[in-house]
């Protein structure tokens, strides 16, 4: 079983940035792939971002170029660095883990989920 805490999320204007943390316990980081899913109020939850333990990344195509997504394994944390954000980047983050070297870009395909931290942006 894997254990996940998000933390990081709050409230920006427009054009601001949010780096978003999510830490892991109870089982080796490194072996999973691992990624952030979104949802806000009233609709289904958007993959938003995977890092796999080769540490290749895949983005959904409305956060390219301004979302990072980045893993430090040693301290069991995954991250999501958030520039340029947008009103409509409005959501609650879940951070996500599924054992494996490789990732999918699909929001059904992880095993442990965390919380979830919000994000709210305004204009």
């Known amino acids: 079983q894997v254990q996940l805490v998000e933390s990081g999320g709050g409230s920006v204007q427009a054009g601001g940035s949010l780096r978003l943390s999510c830490t892991a316990s109870?089982?080796?980081?490194?072996?999973?792939?691992m990624g952030w899913i979104r949802q806000a109020p009233g609709k289904e939850r958007e993959w938003v971002a995977s890092?796999?333990?080769?540490?290749?990344?895949g983005y959904t195509d409305s956060v390219k170029g301004r979302f990072t997504i980045f893993r430090d394994d040693a301290q069991r944390t995954l991250y999501l660095e958030m520039n340029s954000l947008k009103v409509e980047d409005t959501s609650m983050y879940l951070c996500a883990a599924r054992p494996g070297a490789i990732c999918a870009a699909n929001r059904y395909f992880y095993s442990f989920w965390g919380q979830g931290t919000q994000v709210t942006v305004s204009s």
């Open positions: 890092i796999n333990v080769f540490k290749g990344t």
């Open positions: 109870g089982a080796t980081l490194s072996t999973h792939c």
